[in-house]
């Protein structure tokens, strides 16, 4: 039995409403218990900031990013981060890493812990390529991982939408998860992948689908509606249409507003919204083009039934990558870059494109300050998750510099004082000066996560969660982060030491450690009769033999693609 | 008897996996709705000769052995090279090619797949220019209009066409056959293109014009295309981009005509961007035919590892990736390597001269389940499970589309996933000594 003490921490676990008071944590078995025999190892924090591991609870960190990978062979080489970009070289612990926006699966997993990192939400599993999700989450060490699975452009889900069947939609998805070994329901751009298989697009919420005959609105409706009936952990994860385009905050806001109808059955959000910067756009054209922030932070300010992540953007080079494929269609079209596209059939799509964000940009410099005005102007910080929609806005080894950014007006006014003028007056940043203290920062990093995905064992120190710490080279009443940067960013780079289930895998910033993570999925048949479930199969078999290309027996992910699975089950109460 | 159904062939890139195998005493009886290509491999597990035993080369002669001894030489070999050249990996599964590669990282060699006499090319053009793709089953639903480009399906992938192009029955294309039209365009007649409503004979060597002539119709700079491009009449480009235009859904299907013939990776870029064109007006997509049944996976799994699809030189022992410079043709014809580990390919048969000279000079380990050209020059030859009927694992759809491979018998060879961990342990045994 392996025990372990951190003496002398200065805990900030908002969870359990601790700020940065000085504490012991006693570790047993992965596990934070009360305390521990006087044989435990001892480290000593000497009164360093001290949190939960970190999760990210949208990332690509799996699946598509690979194409990422493939079209930027000179990403790998790219080294801005010194430390946790470029190419470096094997030690007696760790592989050989590449990349800076698409790193390779060992890199993710070193640089993701040295950032204090332990759990990963991937943000798109395509359900006919989830074996390739699941080999590579098993070849990122150390963290964890779960994958939110795509239904929103899915045949089966509209068909059961159009035809007004509730139950058998729940069931096709509680299958879905298990055939995917998926973590929840994500639905990207509602209606707009299957109009990408002809090449078009939605543009609104009451759109119709072609051949389908259902609007997105009714989509989006009928998924949350069974991701409730199948009282899933996390609500529907949605990726709004209209992302990029000026003017689609009031998609956005209608988005937001069709959800609150919507009757939970777990205590958490109706409606988690991806990396809502990029649906915050004002003005109708790219020469109007202005922040929404106001309009979508005074309804959110009033709501109490969403969440939202930010999907900061980073000044520099960042591959995009969504199942959104007539956005990146655009995109590509737009910045002259190259494009990659993946449909998949009876699903969803994909594609990735290059872009790089430069604050000589107008738009640019305002999406840069739309990410921060949200997590800024939203009152309470339990709505908000941190995320760059990594590698979408920038690279997760720039969270430091985008933490320094929410601590520091100062900091946040030198880059302004930079940026074209025409941006400056289309932002409301400039007049924005609450700073962030560290346990707002654990808010957004650890503490909304653990609730808005129900992962009550992670995200906190409390006894009987994950031995999942990191220790940061700070004490909390000697710095002043909205002055000293650099000092900040330094810290959250690399940790003093990050605990992964009660094994010191970082210390003083170098990987000494690299266990094997493990892959959460959630199995909700236990939410769907057998009668429904029968009926349900007899339509699922039917697309499988005239329809794709795999047979069903090939399409289910076998547990050898799961060595280290927990299983999360739900059930009707 | 037993009767294993849904089985993944492990040939082509076409990755069927609607086979039924009948298994009597661990010999494989019947095997339904393969082709000839899929069946002869699957047959020819139990009815072709194989590797019987690991061998050693002494005094010249390939002298039987027992698999330690082989894994202790092979080891000896890795452990004493500065230059190992590690090749092939395009048929045998995605968990074998994932061990090949932290063999390579840890003996600092170069490793390569078959792409770099095949696809290779492809893999550049993603780099120039991205990968307008999709899933074949979006073919098969959704495609009025199907290239075959420099390919030829009939004998190469011969269920191609009726699993996912040609005659696949789909959701919006319930009539076939008649649901669509096929084009080809290629240097020759071929069983495909007889087959064709519109086959174009490129002149050898011109696809690039071609594709370039075809795009500049598309983006209504038709004035500028003369009477003639690439042995093609004007009057045929403009009907070929017609085609293109008002498909609903067009799919161009590309093989080695174009990756391997003059212009090499240029063509792909120049399909990319035709399509990148084309998207504005209707929506077209493109597939490489890819011909070992993994060596997609080959370029996932050590994408995703090392951040390179191949050619992935680990001598500076951090991964750099020079294709033409680090690709497994351009080390041997520089006569660089020292030791070679060669499995599931046989470059033996397939490389210039001038490489195999190279490689005939060194110290060669084979892994393979039969003897081929490359057994003629190896020093250690270790015997292999078949991937896909004696041993499970990964494989990737030319789509992309990752399957798990059946065992479908029994076999005491080992597979070679079981072979390189062995390698893996011998090697830092013998390291750690020294």
């Given at each position: 039995?392996?025990?372990?003490?951190?003496?002398?921490?200065?805990?900030?676990?908002?969870?359990n409403?601790?700020?940065c008071?000085?504490?012991d944590l006693?570790?047993?078995?992965?596990?934070?218990?009360?305390?521990?025999?006087s044989?435990a190892d001892?480290i000593?924090?000497?009164?360093r900031l001290?949190?939960?591991?970190a999760?990210?609870?949208?990332?690509?960190c799996?699946?598509?990013?690979?194409?990422g990978?493939?079209m930027s062979?000179?990403?790998m080489?790219m080294?801005?981060?010194?430390?946790?970009?470029?190419?470096?070289?094997?030690?007696?612990?760790t592989?050989?890493?590449?990349?800076?926006?698409t790193p390779?699966t060992?890199a993710l997993?070193?640089?993701?812990?040295?950032?204090g990192?332990t759990t990963?939400?991937e943000?798109?599993?395509?359900?006919?390529?989830?074996?390739?999700?699941h080999?590579e989450?098993e070849?990122?060490?150390?963290?964890?991982k779960w994958?939110l699975t795509?239904?929103?452009n899915?045949w089966h889900v509209?068909n059961y939408?159009r035809?007004?069947?509730p139950e058998?939609?729940a069931?096709?998805i509680?299958w879905?998860l298990?055939a995917?070994?998926?973590f929840?329901?994500?639905v990207?751009n509602?209606?707009?992948g299957e109009?990408?298989g002809?090449?078009k697009n939605?543009?609104?919420?009451d759109?119709?689908?072609?051949?389908?005959?259902?609007t997105?609105?009714?989509?989006?409706m009928g998924l949350?509606?069974?991701?409730e009936?199948?009282r899933?952990p996390h609500?529907?994860?949605?990726h709004?249409n209209n992302?990029?385009?000026?003017?689609n905050?009031?998609?956005?806001l209608e988005?937001m507003?069709?959800?609150?109808?919507v009757?939970t059955?777990?205590d958490?959000?109706?409606?988690?919204?991806a990396h809502?910067?990029?649906?915050?756009y004002?003005?109708?054209?790219?020469?109007e083009?202005?922040?929404?922030t106001?309009?979508?932070?005074?309804?959110?300010n009033g709501?109490?039934?969403?969440?939202?992540?930010?999907?900061?953007?980073?000044f520099?080079p960042?591959m995009?990558?969504t199942?959104d494929g007539?956005l990146e269609y655009?995109n590509?079209r737009?910045?002259?870059?190259?494009?990659?596209?993946?449909?998949?059939?009876?699903e969803?799509?994909a594609?990735?494109v290059?872009?790089?964000?430069?604050p000589?940009s107008?738009?640019n410099?305002?999406q840069?300050?739309i990410?921060?005005?949200?997590a800024l102007?939203?009152?309470?910080p339990?709505k908000?998750m941190f995320t760059?929609?990594?590698?979408?806005g920038?690279s997760?080894?720039?969270?430091p510099?985008?933490f320094?950014l929410?601590?520091s007006?100062?900091?946040r006014?030198?880059?302004?004082?930079s940026l074209?003028n025409?941006?400056?007056?289309?932002?409301?940043?400039?007049?924005?000066?609450?700073?962030l203290?560290?346990?707002?920062?654990?808010?957004?990093?650890r503490?909304i996560?653990?609730?808005?995905?129900?992962m009550?064992?992670?995200?906190h120190?409390?006894?009987?969660a994950?031995?999942?710490i990191?220790v940061y080279?700070?004490i909390?009443d000697q710095?002043?982060p909205?002055?000293?940067?650099?000092?900040?960013k330094k810290?959250?780079?690399?940790t003093s030491?990050?605990i992964k289930?009660g094994?010191?895998?970082?210390?003083?910033g170098e990987?000494?450690?690299?266990?094997?993570g493990?892959t959460y999925?959630?199995?909700?048949?236990?939410c769907?009769?057998?009668d429904v479930n029968?009926?349900?199969?007899?339509?699922?078999k039917n697309?499988?033999?005239?329809?794709?290309?795999v047979g069903i027996a090939?399409y289910m992910?076998e547990?050898?693609?799961?060595?280290?699975?927990v299983?999360i089950?739900t059930?009707v109460n | 008897?037993?009767?294993?159904?849904d089985?993944?062939c492990?040939?082509c890139?076409?990755?069927?996996?609607d086979?039924?195998?009948?298994?009597?005493?661990?010999?494989?009886?019947?095997?339904q709705?393969?082709?000839?290509l899929g069946?002869?491999k699957?047959?020819g597990?139990?009815?072709h000769e194989?590797i019987?035993?690991?061998?050693?080369?002494?005094?010249?002669?390939l002298?039987?052995?027992t698999?330690e001894e082989a894994i202790e030489?092979a080891a000896?070999?890795?452990?004493?090279?500065k230059?190992?050249?590690?090749?092939g990996?395009?048929s045998?599964s995605?968990?074998?090619?994932s061990?090949a590669?932290q063999?390579?990282e840890?003996?600092?060699?170069?490793i390569?797949?078959?792409?770099?006499?095949c696809?290779?090319p492809?893999?550049?053009a993603?780099?120039e220019?991205?990968?307008?793709?999709?899933s074949?089953?979006?073919?098969?639903?959704?495609?009025?209009?199907?290239?075959f480009w420099g390919c030829?399906?009939?004998h190469a992938h011969?269920?191609?066409m009726?699993?996912?192009s040609t005659?696949?029955r789909?959701?919006?294309?319930?009539?076939?056959?008649?649901a669509r039209n096929i084009?080809v365009v290629?240097?020759r007649?071929?069983?495909?293109?007889?087959?064709?409503?519109?086959y174009?004979?490129?002149d050898p060597?011109?696809?690039y014009?071609?594709?370039?002539a075809i795009?500049s119709?598309?983006n209504?700079?038709?004035d500028?295309?003369?009477?003639?491009?690439a042995?093609?009449?004007?009057e045929?480009?403009i009907e070929?981009?017609t085609?293109l235009?008002?498909a609903?859904?067009?799919?161009?299907f590309?093989?080695?005509g174009?990756?391997q013939?003059?212009?090499?990776?240029?063509?792909?870029d120049a399909?990319?961007s035709?399509?990148?064109?084309?998207?504005?007006?209707?929506?077209?997509v493109?597939i490489?035919m890819?011909?070992?049944?993994n060596?997609?996976?080959?370029?996932?799994v050590?994408?995703w590892?090392?951040?390179?699809?191949?050619?992935i030189?680990?001598n500076r022992?951090?991964a750099?990736?020079?294709?033409?410079?680090?690709?497994?043709s351009d080390?041997?014809?520089r006569?660089?390597?020292?030791?070679?580990?060669?499995?599931?390919?046989?470059?033996?048969?397939?490389?210039?001269q001038e490489?195999?000279r190279?490689?005939?000079?060194?110290?060669m380990i084979q892994i393979d389940?039969?003897h081929?050209?490359t057994?003629e020059?190896?020093d250690?030859?270790?015997?292999a499970?078949?991937?896909?009927v004696?041993?499970?694992g990964?494989a990737?759809r030319?789509d992309s589309?990752?399957?798990?491979?059946?065992k479908?018998?029994d076999?005491?060879?080992?597979?070679?996933?079981e072979i390189v961990t062995?390698?893996?342990?011998?090697?830092?045994?013998?390291k750690g000594?020294?």
């Amino acid at each position: 039995m392996s025990e372990l003490i951190i003496k002398n921490a200065a805990v900030c676990d908002p969870i359990n409403g601790i700020n940065c008071e000085k504490m012991d944590l006693a570790v047993k078995d992965g596990k934070i218990v009360e305390n521990v025999s006087s044989g435990a190892d001892v480290i000593d924090a000497g009164g360093r900031l001290t949190m939960a591991g970190a999760i990210d609870g949208h990332t690509h960190c799996a699946g598509k990013i690979n194409l990422g990978r493939l079209m930027s062979p000179h990403d790998m080489r790219m080294n801005p981060v010194p430390g946790l970009s470029g190419l470096q070289e094997p030690t007696p612990y760790t592989r050989a890493q590449s990349g800076y926006n698409t790193p390779n699966t060992f890199a993710l997993g070193y640089r993701y812990s040295k950032l204090g990192y332990t759990t990963l939400s991937e943000a798109a599993i395509s359900m006919l390529s989830a074996r390739h999700t699941h080999e590579e989450f098993e070849s990122i060490p150390i963290l964890d991982k779960w994958g939110l699975t795509l239904f929103g452009n899915n045949w089966h889900v509209m068909n059961y939408v159009r035809d007004e069947q509730p139950e058998k939609l729940a069931a096709y998805i509680a299958w879905g998860l298990k055939a995917s070994r998926g973590f929840g329901v994500k639905v990207v751009n509602p209606g707009g992948g299957e109009a990408w298989g002809w090449g078009k697009n939605v543009t609104s919420l009451d759109d119709v689908v072609a051949d389908f005959d259902v609007t997105p609105r009714q989509i989006l409706m009928g998924l949350a509606e069974a991701n409730e009936a199948l009282r899933l952990p996390h609500s529907i994860h949605v990726h709004c249409n209209n992302l990029g385009k000026p003017g689609n905050y009031e998609t956005t806001l209608e988005t937001m507003k069709l959800m609150e109808g919507v009757k939970t059955t777990r205590d958490r959000q109706a409606l988690h919204l991806a990396h809502l910067q990029f649906h915050s756009y004002g003005g109708n054209s790219w020469r109007e083009f202005e922040s929404a922030t106001p309009q979508i932070t005074d309804y959110i300010n009033g709501a109490d039934h969403l969440t939202f992540d930010m999907g900061q953007v980073i000044f520099g080079p960042a591959m995009t990558m969504t199942a959104d494929g007539p956005l990146e269609y655009s995109n590509a079209r737009m910045l002259h870059a190259k494009w990659s596209n993946k449909d998949v059939e009876l699903e969803d799509g994909a594609g990735v494109v290059p872009i790089e964000y430069s604050p000589k940009s107008f738009v640019n410099a305002v999406q840069w300050a739309i990410g921060l005005e949200l997590a800024l102007m939203v009152e309470d910080p339990w709505k908000v998750m941190f995320t760059t929609d990594s590698p979408n806005g920038g690279s997760f080894v720039n969270y430091p510099e985008a933490f320094a950014l929410l601590m520091s007006a100062k900091k946040r006014q030198q880059i302004i004082e930079s940026l074209p003028n025409l941006a400056v007056d289309r932002m409301v940043l400039p007049g924005i000066d609450r700073e962030l203290d560290f346990y707002e920062l654990a808010v957004m990093t650890r503490g909304i996560q653990s609730k808005m995905f129900s992962m009550n064992n992670i995200g906190h120190l409390g006894v009987g969660a994950d031995a999942d710490i990191a220790v940061y080279d700070i004490i909390p009443d000697q710095i002043d982060p909205g002055t000293e940067h650099e000092k900040l960013k330094k810290a959250f780079s690399a940790t003093s030491c990050t605990i992964k289930s009660g094994n010191v895998v970082v210390r003083d910033g170098e990987i000494v450690a690299t266990p094997a993570g493990r892959t959460y999925w959630v199995n909700a048949s236990g939410c769907v009769s057998n009668d429904v479930n029968e009926a349900a199969m007899k339509d699922i078999k039917n697309n499988f033999r005239r329809y794709y290309t795999v047979g069903i027996a090939n399409y289910m992910v076998e547990d050898e693609y799961l060595p280290h699975p927990v299983e999360i089950t739900t059930e009707v109460n | 008897m037993k009767v294993i159904t849904d089985v993944v062939c492990p040939f082509c890139g076409s990755l069927c996996d609607d086979l039924t195998v009948k298994v009597e005493d661990n010999v494989i009886t019947d095997i339904q709705r393969a082709c000839i290509l899929g069946h002869n491999k699957i047959a020819g597990v139990c009815l072709h000769e194989r590797i019987e035993s690991p061998m050693i080369r002494k005094d010249g002669e390939l002298v039987e052995v027992t698999y330690e001894e082989a894994i202790e030489k092979a080891a000896d070999i890795l452990a004493n090279s500065k230059r190992t050249l590690s090749y092939g990996w395009a048929s045998t599964s995605c968990e074998a090619v994932s061990k090949a590669i932290q063999l390579a990282e840890e003996t600092g060699s170069l490793i390569d797949s078959t792409a770099n006499v095949c696809h290779g090319p492809t893999v550049l053009a993603v780099h120039e220019k991205g990968s307008p793709a999709a899933s074949l089953g979006q073919v098969k639903n959704r495609a009025d209009l199907v290239v075959f480009w420099g390919c030829n399906p009939v004998h190469a992938h011969p269920r191609h066409m009726s699993r996912y192009s040609t005659y696949a029955r789909g959701f919006f294309t319930k009539k076939g056959r008649k649901a669509r039209n096929i084009a080809v365009v290629d240097v020759r007649e071929t069983d495909t293109s007889k087959l064709a409503d519109k086959y174009v004979q490129v002149d050898p060597g011109c696809d690039y014009m071609l594709l370039n002539a075809i795009r500049s119709v598309i983006n209504e700079n038709e004035d500028v295309i003369p009477a003639q491009v690439a042995g093609i009449p004007k009057e045929e480009i403009i009907e070929l981009a017609t085609m293109l235009k008002e498909a609903r859904f067009s799919c161009i299907f590309y093989g080695m005509g174009t990756t391997q013939s003059r212009s090499k990776y240029k063509n792909g870029d120049a399909v990319s961007s035709l399509l990148y064109d084309l998207n504005q007006y209707s929506k077209s997509v493109m597939i490489p035919m890819r011909g070992h049944y993994n060596v997609t996976g080959f370029g996932q799994v050590a994408n995703w590892e090392t951040g390179y699809p191949n050619a992935i030189d680990f001598n500076r022992r951090l991964a750099y990736y020079n294709p033409g410079e680090t690709g497994a043709s351009d080390v041997l014809l520089r006569g660089e390597v020292d030791s070679a580990i060669i499995a599931a390919a046989d470059p033996g048969a397939h490389f210039a001269q001038e490489a195999v000279r190279c490689l005939a000079k060194v110290p060669m380990i084979q892994i393979d389940p039969y003897h081929n050209a490359t057994t003629e020059l190896a020093d250690v030859v270790i015997p292999a499970a078949v991937v896909g009927v004696e041993t499970e694992g990964t494989a990737y759809r030319m789509d992309s589309i990752p399957l798990r491979m059946k065992k479908l018998i029994d076999t005491t060879f080992k597979s070679d996933e079981e072979i390189v961990t062995d390698l893996i342990e011998k090697v830092r045994e013998i390291k750690g000594g020294a």
